[in-house]
């Protein structure tokens, strides 16, 4: 069964830095990968999906990375904002359960001080 | 403005009273889903469909039920609302079912 995992559960920095926040899963069999932010009592809003035949993405101070054979992918942002105070959630769609099934990590927690 | 609307976004009901959470897309989208949000366990899938007349139970489906009568809406029923069915509701869609995944704000559901 496929597993994601995400460390750290929770994140604070000062404003400007750059920073990386970690996704793990336990099959690399997947069809692609999405990353997702969530504000507090908000929906989820879609940032960055990677077909499992890609490496990365991008979308403005968002860079998304795939590396299937190690079950890992990364989100990268560049000069943080305190607007990207979120949770940040990275979510897989496993081959071995269908495309229609995807399974979430916990999220990460992020803090940005001003 | 693409959206998935869902409503309502609050609701506090008691034990046993039939509701409805409307869910509704106008991106034309094929697949829609529906998911609870619950502290500790995530984000888990209750159903899903890939077209009109299609659905199918995801990891959590005991005491829903749903509808896809027509390509945009997807309806979320409880047909006698438990206390552990408290939870936040998320409605999403996606072109198929495969596809980048757009949600819905979210129905806080409080059953007493």
């Known amino acids: 069964k496929q597993e994601v995992t995400q460390i750290p559960a929770a994140l604070s920095v000062p404003e400007g830095e750059n920073l990386v926040l970690n996704c793990s899963f336990t099959d690399s069999a997947i069809y692609n990968l999405q990353w997702f932010r969530q504000d507090p009592g908000k929906g989820l809003t879609s940032l960055l999906l990677?077909?499992?035949?890609?490496r990365e993405q991008t979308s403005g101070r968002l860079n998304a990375s795939l590396d299937k054979s190690s079950g890992r992918s990364t989100l990268y942002i560049a000069a943080s904002q305190p607007g990207d105070s979120a949770t940040y959630l990275c979510a897989v769609r496993p081959v071995i359960q269908g495309a229609q099934k995807l399974v979430f990590g916990q999220g990460t927690r992020l803090t940005i001080n001003p | 403005e693409a959206q998935v609307t869902q409503n309502p976004r609050y609701l506090i009901t008691v034990t046993g009273k039939k509701l409805t959470v409307t869910c509704s897309q106008n991106m034309n989208h094929e697949y829609m889903s529906w998911y609870r949000q619950d502290p500790g366990l995530g984000l888990r899938q209750i159903y899903y469909?890939?077209?009109?007349?299609?659905?199918d139970k995801g990891d959590v489906p005991e005491g829903y039920k749903v509808s896809r009568k027509e390509k945009r809406n997807f309806p979320l029923i409880l047909e006698s609302p438990s206390p552990n069915q408290t939870s936040l509701y998320f409605c999403?869609?996606?072109?198929?079912?495969?596809?980048?995944?757009?949600f819905g704000e979210g129905s806080r559901l409080t059953v007493l």
């Open positions: 990677i077909q499992s035949s890609q």
């Open positions: 999403a869609s996606s072109f198929f079912e495969g596809g980048e995944l757009f």
């Open positions: 469909s890939m077209n009109v007349e299609v659905t």
